[in-house]
Nanobody
Framework: QVQLVESGGGLVQAGGSLRLSCAAS????????MGWFRQAPGKEREFVAA????????YYADSVKGRFTISRDNAKATVNLQMINLKPEDTAVYYC???????????????WGQGTQVTVSS
């Protein structure tokens, strides 16, 4: 059974930083793309970032480019999201996922974590 467990969320002031981590288990993920989505209150879930199986390719939503960095460690089956210069509009539940990444940059999650809350105060 595939399990994705996020950690690292919390409350931070605008301009601050947080690092989210996600541990994957249940099978080998070294050939899968991994990524993050988020969902703010009253809004639809949206793509944040994705990374290819070997880390060579990364894709970001325009709203987080230059502020968020996705990385992965296949030996540990983890994916991380380093977030700097956080803004109140980054407040959301952040979900880790495993999925498929096309050459176009389109990312299709197949498995989801339970989410971790990130709250940015102004």
């Amino acid at each position: 059974q595939v399990q994705l467990v996020e950690s690292g969320g919390g409350l931070v002031q605008a301009g601050g930083s947080l690092r989210l981590s996600c541990a994957a288990s249940g099978r080998t993920f070294s050939r899968d793309a991994m990524g993050w989505f988020r969902q703010a209150p009253g809004k639809e879930r949206e793509f944040v970032a994705a990374i290819g199986w070997n880390g060579d390719y990364t894709y970001y939503a325009d709203s987080v480019k230059g502020r968020f960095t996705i990385s992965r460690d296949n030996a540990k089956a983890t994916v991380n999201l380093q977030m700097i210069n956080l803004k109140p509009e980054d407040t959301a539940v952040y979900y880790c996922n495993v999925g498929r990444l096309q050459n176009s940059g389109s990312y299709y999650p197949d498995y989801w974590g339970q989410g971790t809350q990130v709250t940015v105060s102004s």
